[in-house]
C-alpha cells in the first residue's frame, strides 16, 4: 500500500521559514512528479510547486523567489523551503505524488495534510 506522510508544519511569526517534508512509502518503481498544494479555510486548494524526477521545477506566481521545492530520489521524498513567510501563506498544506505501483497501474496519491500558521 502506497502512503505519503508529510511533517513539519507549525505556527511561525512572519518573516519566518519552515521546511515541509513528504515522504512515499510502500511497493512502487516510480514516482513522477510530487507537487506540494494548499487549501486556506474557505478557499479552493492550490498549487505550490512541482518538481519531475529530473528537476524540473515548477512554481505558483505567489511563491516565486520565496520558496523552494525539491526531492531526494533515493529517499522518495520531496520538500517544501519556505522563506519569507506571509500571513497570507497560513494554510493546510498537502504532497501529491503521481505514483506507479507497476508500468500500468499509475494514480495520484495525496499526503494527510500539514498546517502551517502565520501570524502577524
Known amino acids: 500500500q502506497v502512503q505519503l506522510v508529510e511533517s513539519g508544519g507549525g505556527l511561525v511569526q512572519a518573516g519566518g521559514s519552515l521546511r515541509l517534508s513528504c515522504a512515499a512509502s510502500?511497493?512502487?518503481?516510480?514516482?513522477?512528479?510530487m507537487s506540494w498544494y494548499r487549501q486556506a479555510p474557505g478557499k479552493q486548494r492550490e498549487l505550490v510547486a512541482s518538481?519531475?524526477?529530473?528537476?524540473?521545477?515548477n512554481y505558483a506566481d505567489f511563491v516565486k523567489g520565496r520558496f523552494t521545492i525539491s526531492r531526494d530520489n533515493a529517499k522518495n521524498t520531496v520538500y517544501l523551503q519556505m522563506n519569507s513567510l506571509k500571513p497570507e501563506d497560513t494554510a493546510d498544506y498537502y504532497c501529491?505524488?503521481?505514483?506507479?505501483?507497476?508500468?500500468?497501474?499509475?494514480?495520484?496519491?495525496w499526503g494527510q495534510g500539514t498546517q502551517v500558521t502565520v501570524s502577524s
Open positions: 501529491l505524488a503521481h505514483i506507479w505501483v507497476t508500468v500500468r497501474l499509475h494514480d495520484d496519491y
Open positions: 518538481i519531475t524526477s529530473t528537476g524540473s521545477t
Open positions: 510502500g511497493s512502487f518503481f516510480r514516482i513522477n512528479p
